[in-house]
């Protein structure tokens, strides 16, 4: 904790702004954060006590030593999750990480959504419990029907049954009850005896926060994504689920009232675009992949098109890594 330097990456509360008012105070490093005195950091920061706190609570959390039950540890399984994808499986090295919090990004119609359809029916297929939250009314019981029925492994009619029961699809048309829900599934309430949740998909975000887009203040909004960041983690690390968040690639409209500066600020991808909701969100996900539609976007013999899928961000991949998927009536292969 004493070495690591504070950035605006260790939490989304901790801005560039921010930083560099604690820069100018001499605290510089998690440690010097978190041992001074609530009070002086609220002078300093001008962030309301709550945040501090929560701020606080979060960097001892995430860096200071914890005693654990070893018998407990071994319980998590961190052997990654498979997503029935070989090429994505590829990319992730083995899978999707337990504890790990992932977001698809990606422009409208490239294949967000059925992406995670596919991921969610071959997790389902290793007897593993999914939680999908629906916030489009995307999600279709059929097409996961057709991914199973078409996958490598011809299911009976009672394996797919079993399969597709373990695919618990939840419709949410609120952030604060999204935040609810995933609060709920990070204490356990959802947990059933005979299966252990492995997987949480939210598609998607967008949609929920541009509710606020008229709204005369930022606060609400920004609230709500603080305890929806908060509530995931806890999630993804006390109850060892990998979490795949949907998001949209957007890019900054041109003759938009600074938007030259708003965007020089940003972590653009290469081909320009950023992530939805915000400078304040970018930090949430460990983990963010691209859909991109190659250059040459064209459908094959068999009626299905590709999709480039590249790392954008990672804490432990190499950003820029890529592969080629496609999408067909069966899923993504």
Known sequence: MAATQLTADLHPLLTEYVIKKLQKNRLTTVYSFVKVEAEQLIRITSLPAESIVLVKNQLIERFAGQCRNAQAHTGHDNVPLGTGIGSIDALLQGGLIPGHIYECCGESGTGKTLLCMTISANVAQQRSLVYYIDTKCDFSGRKIQQILDKGQRKLSEQELGHTMARIKVERIFSPELLVQVVEELATGKHREEDTHLKLLVIDSLPSLWYLFQD???????????????????????????????????????????????????????????????????????????????????????????????????????????????????????
């Open 215 to 333: 709204s005369s203040s930022s606060i609400e909004p920004l609230g709500l994504l603080t305890k929806l960041i908060c509530s995931l983690r806890n999630l993804a690390t006390q109850q060892n689920v990998a979490v795949v968040l949907v998001n949209l690639a957007v890019r900054m409209v041109d003759g938009m009232a600074g938007s030259s500066t708003i965007e020089g600020k940003r972590k653009v991808c290469p081909n320009g675009n950023y992530p939805a909701l915000g400078r304040y969100w970018e930090s949430a996900p460990g983990t963010r992949l691209l859909l991109e539609r190659p250059d040459d976007e064209n459908g094959d013999q068999l009626g299905s098109i590709t999709r480039l899928v590249q790392v954008w961000k990672s804490n432990y991949l190499r950003t820029g890594e890529r592969t080629i998927v496609r999408m067909t009536d069966a899923g993504v292969r």
